[in-house]
């Protein structure tokens, strides 16, 4: 769906409306950039301060882009029993961010979530959908090298 065809199906000055053509903004480029908030404040005819206090609350909603490797670090109770903490800080210190946020180049992005129903091969991260478990501080360095080889 192009831009004008998400405004399109949804009827203006309709504020019931927001959260779901945030949804679809998001979808249609991966986060919320800002001239897109404005034209969504526009069309369901609320303040931009509305629209961002919303966007705000809601941890679904970015306001930045994520990288093209989204690491998904497990911080379940059986991934933290087997040293999920070590590998989330390895894996922040390797990319130089903190869990939340993008690299400068675009490239990874780290998240920590609950259990992903995997814990017999705790601990489990996820890279753009596949997982990987029993993880040590090596291995991460070589998850990593890998995506970075590739691009
Ligand atoms: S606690 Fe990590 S997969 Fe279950």
């Keep these: 769906m192009n831009e004008q065809s998400i405004f399109d199906a949804y009827s203006p000055k309709d504020t019931s409306l927001l959260i779901p ?4 903004i998001q979808e249609e480029y991966g986060y919320l950039p800002e001239d897109q908030l404005e034209k969504v404040a526009d069309h369901v005819g609320l303040p931009l301060s509305r629209v961002y ?7 679904q909603f970015r306001l930045k882009p994520l ?4 690491i998904k670090v497990c911080r379940g109770t059986a991934c933290h029993v087997k040293g999920s903490l070590e590998i989330l800080r390895t894996i922040e ?3 130089g961010i903190k869990a939340g946020d993008t690299t400068k180049d675009l490239l990874f992005s780290i998240e920590t979530v ?3 129903g995997a814990c017999s091969i ?7 959908g596949n997982y990987y ?3 040590t501080p090596k291995s991460i360095h070589k ?3 890998q995506c970075k080889e590739r691009g």
Excluded: H, R
């Design 21 to 24: 053509l945030l949804q679809d």
């Design 53 to 59: 206090g919303v966007v705000t609350f809601y941890n």
């Design 67 to 70: 990288g093209k490797y989204v």
């Design 93 to 95: 210190s390797e990319l």
């Design 114 to 116: 609950a259990c992903m």
């Design 122 to 128: 705790a601990p489990v991260i996820v890279i753009n």
């Design 133 to 135: 478990g029993g993880l």
């Design 143 to 145: 998850l990593i090298k």
